[in-house]
């Protein structure tokens, strides 16, 4: 299945991570600066050389831990994060618990966010200023982590940020999902807007921008190729929060929905709303918690009754450039994983989604099907760009840069991976060769795809380098404090 080639993908992209990790070793005020400049592959290095020599040092173990931690290396940085609270270093605390956080490990990230506190509170100093904030995010993932959903995740796919509407392969009946460029003229008023637009092409749901948030909005078809003004879809959805990505079910009523702020665990959430007919508006939306949801930005979900099938889109595994696209089978009633399951944080994370199947399963069958459905070859990209600057920020033309700095590294980033891709495509084509090549072929070629192999692999830029800078200059430029 495609989940064999996605978790190829990741393996590779985190191996060529941790072989940044062969880089020019440098004195530790050198180390320190880069640090301080939040260059963490660069100073990670020479960190993890001279914690040989002093593998008790608490300032050396906690730097070190905060490089692994921004290099999403969550798993290798507890060990040095503790060495740091163990020698009384105040923020080892604080990233222990963000590194908690990003492992599913809420109980453990309230504990340490706490003890943070409790040293501040000792120490008389003032804390960073998102600790409230993280606190408050870790108890919606502690409370998620209590209901975990049930569900047959069948495939995933790793698809191109910028394209993701057309991997969607809707039944006729399902509806059209739309990009700017195939929602009526009248109601372009937004380059970003994705719209979806039911079978009978009634009306069209969009996320459109108001006052630097996005709201959802309705319009009527009036005739033909008329449609009607655009009207807030109802102030029990539409919040000082961004609200986009909708998708009405057959039934009319109802309602899944995108949306980030407090009440959500990572950037966007995904909800759910029903309309009740005797009030005539939307009721209260819930958020559907985990799997569906993670720490990071999941959205536009879509559920083909006709078919059967669900899907929705994440970035939770952080690839750059990319998305990744869920498809699911929809419960009928839901049900839930016990609270003690051993796999639960895997199975909230999605880590393996061939743990979610039913045994004896044969899903051969349904992605046939879908695999049948031709794709609208005629919706336009409707972005430039895709990029995730922080919770519920997402840029998405090159224009929304502030910052020359930032706009600088991103192309950077971009035109890196832009090589990485040409490389790789020329090393699959190299292998097709081999495979079908004579025995005399066979030996020029191979060693021609060792080479090649050994490029890719023991480069030591990634384009995650150059995006973590963008984003930083950025947050700088815009006086954003995310730590």
Same mark, same amino acid.
């Given at each position: 299945?495609?989940?064999?080639?996605?978790?190829?993908?990741?393996?590779?992209?985190?191996?060529?991570?941790?072989?940044?990790?062969?880089?020019? &070793?440098?004195?530790?005020?050198?180390?320190?600066?880069?640090?301080?400049?939040?260059?963490?592959?660069?100073?990670?290095?020479?960190? #993890?050389?001279?914690?040989?020599? #002093?593998?008790?040092?608490?300032?050396?173990?906690?730097?070190?831990?905060?490089?692994?931690?921004?290099?999403?290396?969550?798993?290798?940085?507890?060990?040095?994060?503790?060495?740091?609270?163990?020698?009384?270093?105040?923020?080892?605390?604080?990233?222990?618990?963000?590194? =908690?956080?990003?492992?599913?490990?809420?109980?453990?990230?309230?504990?340490?966010?706490?003890?943070?506190?409790?040293?501040?509170?000792?120490?008389?100093?003032?804390?960073?200023?998102?600790?409230?904030?993280?606190?408050?995010?870790?108890?919606?993932?502690?409370?998620?982590?209590?209901?975990?959903?049930?569900?047959?995740?069948?495939?995933?796919?790793?698809?191109?940020?910028?394209?993701?509407?057309?991997?969607?392969?809707?039944?006729?009946?399902?509806?059209?999902?739309?990009?700017?460029?195939?929602?009526?003229?009248?109601?372009?008023?937004?380059?970003?807007?994705?719209?979806? &637009?039911?079978?009978?092409?009634?009306?069209?749901?969009?996320?459109?921008?108001?006052?630097?948030?996005?709201?959802?909005?309705?319009?009527?078809?009036?005739?033909?190729?008329?449609?009607?003004?655009?009207?807030?879809?109802?102030?029990?959805?539409?919040?000082?929060?961004?609200?986009?990505?909708?998708?009405?079910?057959?039934?009319?009523?109802?309602?899944?929905?995108?949306?980030?702020?407090?009440?959500?665990?990572?950037? =966007?959430?995904?909800?759910?709303?029903?309309?009740?007919?005797?009030?005539?508006?939307?009721?209260?939306?819930?958020?559907?918690?985990?799997?569906?949801?993670?720490?990071?930005?999941?959205?536009?979900?879509? &559920?083909?009754?006709?078919?059967?099938?669900?899907?929705?889109?994440?970035?939770?595994?952080?690839?750059?450039?990319?998305?990744?696209?869920?498809?699911?089978?929809?419960?009928?009633?839901?049900?839930?994983?016990?609270?003690?399951?051993?796999?639960?944080?895997?199975?909230?994370?999605?880590?393996?989604?061939?743990?979610?199947?039913?045994?004896?399963?044969?899903?051969?069958?349904?992605?046939?099907?879908?695999?049948?459905?031709?794709?609208?070859?005629?919706?336009?990209?409707?972005?430039?760009?895709?990029?995730?600057?922080?919770?519920?920020?997402?840029?998405?033309?090159?224009?929304?840069?502030?910052?020359?700095?930032?706009?600088?590294?991103?192309?950077?980033?971009?035109?890196?991976?832009?090589? &990485?891709?040409?490389?790789?495509?020329?090393?699959?084509?190299?292998?097709?060769?081999?495979?079908?090549?004579?025995?005399?072929?066979?030996?020029?070629?191979?060693?021609?795809?060792?080479?090649?192999?050994?490029?890719?692999?023991?480069s030591n830029e990634s384009p995650m380098t150059y995006e973590n800078r963008a984003r930083r200059a950025e947050l700088n430029y815009l006086d954003i404090n995310i730590k």
């Open positions: 299945m495609r989940q064999l080639i996605y978790t190829t993908i990741v393996c590779i992209i985190a191996l060529a991570g941790n072989l940044t990790a062969h880089a020019e &070793i440098y004195s530790l005020d050198k180390a320190r600066r880069l640090y301080k400049a939040e260059r963490y592959e660069e100073a990670a290095p020479t960190f #993890k050389a001279e914690l040989k020599k #002093k593998p008790n040092n608490g300032s050396i173990n906690h730097w070190y831990g905060v490089c692994l931690y921004h290099m999403r290396q969550y798993n290798d940085a507890i060990k040095y994060l503790q060495k740091g609270v163990e020698r009384k270093v105040t923020l080892s605390n604080y990233y222990l618990g963000k590194t =908690y956080h990003a492992l599913y490990r809420f109980d453990d990230a309230i504990e340490s966010y706490n003890a943070y506190l409790s040293f501040i509170k000792k120490d008389k100093k003032n804390p960073v200023k998102d600790i409230d904030h993280c606190i408050a995010k870790a108890k919606i993932g502690q409370k998620m982590m209590r209901g975990v959903e049930r569900v047959q995740v069948i495939d995933s796919i790793a698809i191109d940020s910028l394209n993701f509407i057309n991997q969607f392969r809707l039944s006729p009946e399902a509806g059209r999902l739309l990009a700017y460029k195939t929602i009526p003229k009248s109601l372009q008023a937004d380059s970003n807007a994705i719209a979806y &637009i039911p079978q009978r092409a009634d009306a069209i749901y969009l996320g459109h921008k108001t006052n630097n948030n996005y709201d959802l909005y309705v319009s009527n078809n009036l005739l033909g190729e008329e449609w009607s003004e655009l009207h807030s879809l109802s102030q029990n959805i539409n919040t000082s929060d961004n609200q986009n990505y909708p998708f009405l079910l057959s039934d009319g009523q109802t309602l899944y929905f995108a949306q980030d702020g407090e009440n959500s665990l990572g950037g =966007y959430d995904i909800y759910i709303t029903m309309f009740n007919s005797e009030r005539g508006d939307y009721m209260l939306p819930q958020n559907l918690g985990m799997p569906f949801n993670s720490p990071y930005n999941d959205f536009m979900m879509a &559920i083909d009754e006709h078919m059967g099938i669900g899907w929705f889109i994440s970035d939770r595994n952080h690839i750059p450039g990319m998305l990744t696209l869920y498809i699911f089978i929809p419960n009928d009633t839901k049900t839930i994983y016990n609270s003690d399951n051993e796999n639960l944080c895997s199975l909230a994370r999605l880590s393996s989604i061939a743990d979610t199947w039913l045994e004896e399963a044969d899903y051969s069958s349904i992605l046939n099907k879908i695999a049948s459905i031709e794709p609208n070859e005629s919706e336009l990209r409707q972005h430039e760009i895709f990029f995730v600057l922080c919770d519920g920020l997402i840029y998405t033309q090159l224009s929304d840069f502030k910052n020359t700095e930032a706009r600088h590294y991103y192309n950077q980033a971009q035109s890196l991976q832009l090589k &990485i891709d040409e490389r790789k495509a020329k090393l699959k084509m190299l292998r097709k060769q081999y495979s079908r090549a004579n025995t005399s072929e066979k030996e020029r070629l191979s060693p021609i795809i060792l080479s090649l192999e050994h490029e890719i692999l023991n």
